[in-house]
């Protein structure tokens, strides 16, 4: 394997808040994993916006999907690298755990609220919140009690912070990279939603397939050595055949490009891959594919009016709810005004929110707003 010096030594964990005993067939990182599967967090990720919501169609990747994606990508790459698979799984199957309703408009709603109490709100640390305490599933401990490496990878591998910069991730090693797997799933989740949402994309008839070409490096090369092969097929099956080599060439590049980038590192253990920029990354020539897809989708999905409208919509109904909450806290359940003892108003109430699914926002708001 090509950087197995690297995958991670699950003997080598630093272990969880609550110590416990080993499980007799499982490692530490398959229990986080199944953990975080059988969490309440992650089964609402079935009835929330990915990017096209429910009044829009039913056939759209939703954040469950989209994540079940995420978690397949990793695997591979894990496994075509030699690194821990389940670590990565966990990582993966975790990372949107934390997002509220209706996508990134829900993120942007939310912390525009909290930023009027000189406070924000982030999908990374709501999720850390909700796996360290908001789950209830033991007696013995809050939370899901899960390893130190999965909570670090889950508010590290989109971005890291210096020592002082997030009080709240203080504990998890800032200044340092975290390890290759978590390096891999801000990658992984790239490649999953920009060809996801091509494909969905594509499915609404927001563009054609020529479109994509004229836009898209290696793109047009795809779609002509399919229509070589597939003459007689018709245009949605062929971009379908195109979308499955388009994903390749991403995964494949990322391979290498990690590849690559570890050689002339040349980093030899996790302790190194710490200590070093960021080691995972796409080659060339799959980054700029990876980039002119963003653009690409940027102008002819994410902002087009059936998009921006859902947004404003959904932007509208939080800041409703939210107001109504905070001028009548006795419309919250029982079990999140008991909360008020210890947190404040606007906290719970963004709590609340946030744990909501698209379905039960709008049910909610129907019957206290109309």
């Given at each position: ?101 209706f996508a990134h408009a829900g993120e ?154 570890v050689v002339q590192s040349g980093a ?103």
């Amino acid at each position: 394997m090509p950087l197995s010096r690297l995958r991670y030594p699950v003997e080598a964990l630093r272990g969880r808040r609550y110590p416990e005993h080993p499980h007799p067939y499982r490692n530490e990182f398959q229990r986080d994993r199944d953990r975080i599967v059988h969490a309440r967090a992650f089964r609402r990720l079935e009835d929330k916006t990915q990017v096209f919501g429910e009044r829009l169609s039913d056939h759209f990747r939703n954040r469950l999907t989209h994540t079940i994606e995420v978690a397949q990508i990793s695997r591979t790459l894990a496994a075509a690298l030699g690194l821990d698979e389940d670590f990565t799984e966990a990582l993966a199957l975790g990372h949107d755990i934390g997002h509220p309703p209706f996508a990134h408009a829900g993120e942007e709603a939310l912390n525009r609220q909290m930023q009027a109490f000189g406070e924000s709100f982030d999908h990374n640390l709501n999720a850390l919140r909700l796996v360290e305490s908001f789950e209830q599933r033991y007696a013995r401990f809050p939370g899901l009690n899960l390893t130190f490496e999965v909570r670090e990878g889950m508010v590290k591998h989109s971005r890291d912070f210096e020592p002082g910069e997030r009080p709240e991730f203080e504990e998890f090693l800032p200044g340092l990279r975290p390890p290759l797997e978590a390096q891999l799933i801000d990658l992984a989740d790239e490649v999953a939603y920009n060809t996801a949402d091509l494909d969905d994309g594509y499915s609404a008839g927001l563009f054609s397939m020529e479109e994509i070409a004229a836009a898209v490096p290696h793109y047009g090369e795809l779609a002509e050595e399919i229509e070589a092969q597939f003459p007689a097929a018709a245009e949605k099956v062929r971009f379908q055949e195109v979308l499955r080599r388009l994903i390749d060439l991403l995964v494949s590049g990322l391979i290498q490009g990690t590849t690559d980038n570890v050689v002339q590192s040349g980093a030899r253990s996790v302790a190194e891959v710490r200590r070093l920029p960021r080691l995972a990354g796409l080659t060339a020539g799959a980054g700029e594919t990876n980039r002119a897809l963003k653009q690409f989708l940027f102008l002819h999905v994410y902002s087009t009016p059936p998009l921006l409208e859902e947004r404003q919509h959904a932007c509208d109904g939080i800041a409703a709810l939210f107001t109504l909450y905070m001028e009548h806290p006795d419309e919250l359940p029982e079990w999140q005004r008991e909360r008020l003892g210890e947190l404040p108003l606007h906290r719970v109430v963004c709590d609340y929110i946030a744990g909501m699914t698209d379905g039960f926002f709008r049910r909610t708001r129907a019957r206290l707003l109309g």
